[in-house]
């Protein structure tokens, strides 16, 4: 009988215990492991870009608002002529802005073709948040913008307006590779959760064709993110980016078990064996659910700014052209 009673105790103890860590963990009770944040961003704009996502995502902030954050420093200086404010015109004198958000759930919002907003990523975010749609485009992207409380102003700067008034003694158009190391930014982050999500933006090529509009504000051409596989994220000619549509294929590399470093390269191959990429530069820069990242370009000269452990460095990416 005293065996069969602690055996009978034995049952209902482990029952209760059970039962217990049933009830904690449907309660959040459970400590979770957390991730080591990293993130990940194209050009020497990545630096500052880093630095403000990181500290939203050092404070256990998400990857999505640590991305817009990020975006946006950039966004906001003058001094980079290929993003948001003071950003290089298109030919007739306008600055439009392209931007596109994607969060670890499949979320994705995007405006093309934006005037008078310093910041586009800002409201690509408010079309994933408060819309069923993905994508506004020119003057309705403005108008709900203006709707949202966004600030209507001129992202002219002095120095841009002068650089486009010396272009056009000649109106020679020609894309250049690198040009004072600044293109389209594009940032990926890992939170504490081990989610990821990614930001790009831009103010496109400088004195492109009025209307145009390249691969930064197109899910799956200049950003993609899968939660369970993995993000990637371009710079460059945004042409040769929308015809292979790189980031979806580098996601899809990673799904297929390459690295994040082999699938921006097979993204990059693709182009040289599809396109012709002639004095053209394109850049892929990806990180899988574990932090791991990768980087490659078509022309020598890209770099990208990597921050994890508390560090922020920059990184010469490898390249089909040496």
Same mark, same amino acid.
């Given at each position: 009988?005293?065996?069969?009673?602690?055996?009978?105790?034995?049952?209902?103890?482990?029952?209760?215990?059970?039962?217990?860590?049933?009830?904690?963990?449907?309660?959040?009770?459970?400590?979770?492991?957390?991730?080591?944040?990293?993130?990940?961003?194209?050009?020497?704009?990545?630096?500052?870009?880093?630095?403000?996502?990181?500290?939203?995502?050092?404070?256990?902030?998400?990857?999505?608002?640590?991305?817009?954050?990020?975006?946006?420093?950039?966004?906001?200086?003058?001094?980079?002529?290929?993003?948001?404010?003071?950003?290089?015109?298109?030919?007739?004198?306008?600055?439009?802005?392209?931007?596109?958000?994607?969060?670890?759930?499949?979320?994705?919002?995007?405006?093309?073709?934006?005037?008078?907003?310093?910041?586009?990523?800002?409201?690509?975010?408010?079309?994933?948040?408060?819309?069923?749609?993905?994508?506004?485009?020119?003057?309705?992207?403005?108008?709900?913008?203006?709707?949202?409380?966004?600030?209507?102003?001129?992202?002219?700067?002095? !120095?841009?307006?002068?650089?486009?008034?010396?272009? =056009? @003694?000649?109106? /020679? %158009?020609?894309?250049?590779?690198?040009? #004072? &190391?600044?293109?389209?930014?594009?940032?990926?982050?890992?939170?504490?959760?081990?989610?990821?999500?990614?930001?790009?933006?831009?103010?496109?090529?400088?004195?492109?064709?009025?209307?145009?509009?390249?691969?930064?504000?197109?899910?799956?051409?200049?950003?993609?993110?899968?939660?369970?596989?993995?993000?990637?994220?371009?710079?460059?000619?945004?042409?040769?980016?929308?015809?292979?549509?790189?980031?979806?294929?580098?996601?899809?590399?990673?799904?297929?078990?390459?690295?994040?470093?082999?699938?921006?390269?097979?993204?990059?191959?693709?182009?040289?064996?599809?396109?012709?990429?002639?004095?053209?530069?394109?850049?892929?820069?990806?990180?899988?659910? !574990?932090?791991?990242?990768?980087?490659?370009?078509? =022309? @020598?000269?890209? /770099? %990208?700014?990597?921050?994890?452990?508390? #560090? &922020?460095?920059?990184?010469?990416?490898?390249?089909?052209?040496?």
């Amino acid at each position: 009988m005293a065996k069969s009673k602690s055996r009978r105790d034995f049952i209902k103890s482990t029952a209760l215990l059970a039962s217990a860590s049933i009830l904690s963990t449907e309660a959040g009770c459970q400590d979770p492991q957390l991730t080591q944040p990293v993130v990940i961003s194209t050009w020497n704009h990545g630096i500052p870009a880093n630095a403000a996502a990181w500290e939203t995502l050092s404070k256990g902030g998400s990857a999505i608002d640590a991305v817009e954050a990020g975006v946006k420093v950039v966004e906001a200086d003058p001094e980079s002529m290929s993003v948001g404010y003071g950003g290089l015109p298109d030919r007739d004198g306008n600055v439009t802005l392209d931007a596109c958000i994607m969060d670890h759930t499949g979320n994705a919002g995007a405006v093309c073709f934006l005037q008078h907003i310093m910041h586009p990523i800002a409201v690509a975010r408010k079309v994933m948040d408060d819309t069923p749609h993905v994508m506004l485009a020119g003057e309705g992207a403005l108008r709900f913008a203006l709707d949202k409380g966004f600030a209507k102003q001129n992202l002219l700067t002095d !120095k841009a307006k002068q650089a486009w008034k010396d272009w =056009q @003694k000649t109106s /020679n %158009y020609k894309p250049l590779i690198n040009a #004072e &190391n600044h293109d389209t930014i594009g940032l990926l982050a890992l939170d504490t959760k081990g989610n990821l999500s990614g930001a790009c933006t831009t103010s496109g090529l400088a004195y492109k064709m009025h209307g145009r509009v390249g691969d930064s504000p197109i899910i799956g051409a200049g950003l993609y993110v899968d939660n369970e596989v993995g993000g990637a994220t371009a710079t460059g000619m945004g042409e040769l980016m929308m015809k292979t549509l790189g980031s979806f294929l580098v996601v899809e590399l990673m799904r297929q078990g390459a690295s994040p470093q082999e699938a921006c390269k097979e993204a990059v191959m693709r182009i040289v064996r599809k396109l012709d990429y002639k004095d053209l530069q394109v850049g892929y820069l990806a990180m899988d659910p !574990k932090g791991n990242h990768g980087a490659y370009s078509l =022309q @020598k000269g890209f /770099n %990208y700014a990597l921050m994890k452990q508390g #560090e &922020n460095q920059m990184y010469d990416a490898e390249s089909y052209i040496l």
